[in-house]
């Protein structure tokens, strides 16, 4: 009659505590004995476990608690930016409502009342997907249309697999007001942040030639990247500060 003997080690006290194992390596080790021949028979297995705990907002906006936190935004199909360190199970949700001054008492009040996104709203959070960290706002495909005039709060819910099952956990809340531009008198002045950090990275006379040959006619737009990653108009003054002070060097410059 074989005799299964399994060879293993673990810390109880974390497991009875959080009912799941603590994050890291676990090698588990089967032995099975032959009673009657004594023939050994061994199968092991290194399982990773990971806790992955990290949720942080990047833009639009900033993390808001009252009406004087709110950033002024001025496009109407912002892309919505998040971090997180990376799981097979991970997945993403998010949550977009309207801010109403002297109607909800705080951002939190906001998101508890019906959401932009996801509409209809069934009180909950639209899903993303797994491991995406960014969301392209599109109204043709989910959502209500973000309006000029209005404050607006947004929230990411992420869901991962653990060893005591699945759990959930929010990220903070940031808000931000949608401005027309073309509400201000000066609105045609108005200088594009993006040009101006390209500007400081190409040089002056590079970017005024660039300009006024290969680039004539057109405008700044889009989505900024570095190496295929999405990045945000503050990870790219981080990078012009690199320039400045010595941090990084460029190299070349070319136009796609």
């Given at each position: 009659?074989?005799?299964?003997?399994?060879?293993?080690?673990?810390?109880?006290?974390?497991?009875?505590?959080?009912?799941?194992?603590?994050?890291?390596?676990?090698?588990?080790?089967?032995?099975?004995?032959?009673?009657?021949?004594?023939?050994?028979?061994?199968?092991?297995?290194?399982?990773?476990?990971?806790?992955?705990?990290s949720l942080e907002l990047i833009g639009p906006g900033n993390l808001v608690q009252g009406l004087r936190d709110f950033e002024n935004q001025?496009?109407?199909?912002?892309?919505?930016?998040?971090?997180?360190?990376?799981?097979?199970?991970?997945?993403?949700?998010?949550?977009?409502?309207?801010?109403?001054?002297?109607?909800?008492?705080?951002?939190?009040?906001?998101?508890?009342?019906?959401?932009?996104?996801?509409?209809?709203?069934?009180?909950?959070?639209?899903?993303?997907?797994?491991?995406?960290?960014?969301?392209?706002?599109?109204?043709?495909?989910?959502?209500?249309?973000?309006?000029?005039?209005?404050?607006?709060?947004?929230?990411?819910?992420?869901?991962?697999?653990?060893?005591?099952?699945?759990?959930?956990?929010?990220?903070?809340?940031?808000?931000?007001?949608?401005?027309?531009?073309?509400?201000?008198?000066?609105?045609?002045?108005?200088?594009?942040?993006?040009?101006?950090?390209?500007?400081?990275?190409?040089?002056?006379?590079?970017?005024?030639?660039?300009?006024?040959?290969?680039?004539?006619?057109?405008?700044?737009?889009?989505?900024?990247?570095?190496?295929?990653?999405?990045?945000?108009?503050?990870?790219?003054?981080?990078?012009?500060?690199?320039?400045?002070?010595?941090?990084?060097?460029?190299?070349?410059?070319?136009?796609?």
């Amino acid at each position: 009659m074989p005799h299964i003997q399994p060879d293993y080690f673990f810390q109880y006290l974390p497991i009875l505590s959080t009912g799941q194992l603590p994050a890291g390596t676990y090698s588990f080790l089967v032995r099975i004995v032959n009673e009657s021949s004594g023939q050994v028979s061994e199968a092991s297995k290194n399982i990773r476990i990971v806790s992955p705990t990290s949720l942080e907002l990047i833009g639009p906006g900033n993390l808001v608690q009252g009406l004087r936190d709110f950033e002024n935004q001025f496009n109407r199909f912002p892309m919505f930016h998040w971090e997180s360190e990376a799981c097979a199970s991970c997945n993403y949700a998010i949550r977009i409502c309207e801010y109403v001054p002297g109607i909800h008492a705080s951002p939190y009040d906001a998101m508890m009342d019906e959401a932009v996104l996801p509409f209809p709203d069934d009180g909950d959070f639209y899903d993303v997907g797994s491991n995406i960290t960014v969301l392209n706002y599109d109204p043709a495909f989910a959502g209500r249309d973000l309006e000029f005039g209005k404050y607006y709060v947004w929230q990411v819910e992420k869901t991962f697999k653990t060893s005591g099952g699945f759990q959930s956990m929010k990220s903070e809340i940031f808000g931000f007001f949608l401005e027309d531009p073309s509400s201000k008198e000066m609105a045609r002045q108005m200088i594009n942040p993006v040009e101006e950090l390209l500007k400081e990275l190409v040089g002056e006379d590079q970017f005024e030639t660039l300009k006024a040959g290969q680039l004539s006619g057109y405008q700044v737009s889009g989505m900024m990247t570095v190496n295929g990653r999405p990045i945000t108009i503050e990870e790219l003054r981080a990078i012009v500060n690199g320039i400045r002070n010595g941090s990084y060097t460029i190299q070349n410059v070319f136009v796609e």
